[in-house]
């Protein structure tokens, strides 16, 4: 672990969005840190499909809104 110099109006920012979102400052900083990582590794996949590789590879199935 380390310490992250980010720009104080960026910080209020993930402050604002951790309030939202139920995560600690430090959670939401890592979880747009992740995010980022994985959209530059997979250009042509959207945020929703990241969301649902990750999901899929902690083996966590989520109901679908669709009927079947």
């Known amino acids: 672990m380390g ?6 109006e960026l910080h ?3 402050r604002r969005a951790s309030a939202i ?3 600690s400052i430090n ?3 890592e979880f747009w840190m992740k995010i980022g990582m994985l959209a530059e590794a997979n250009p042509t996949l959207s945020f929703n ?4 590789q990750q999901l899929a590879s902690a083996n ?3 109901p679908s809104l669709v009927d079947a």
């Open 60 to 62: 966590l199935r989520l």
């Open 21 to 23: 979102m139920c995560r």
């Open 3 to 8: 310490i992250v110099k980010i720009d104080d």
């Open 12 to 14: 209020e920012e993930a």
């Open 49 to 52: 499909e990241l969301m649902q």
């Open 27 to 29: 959670a939401q900083a």
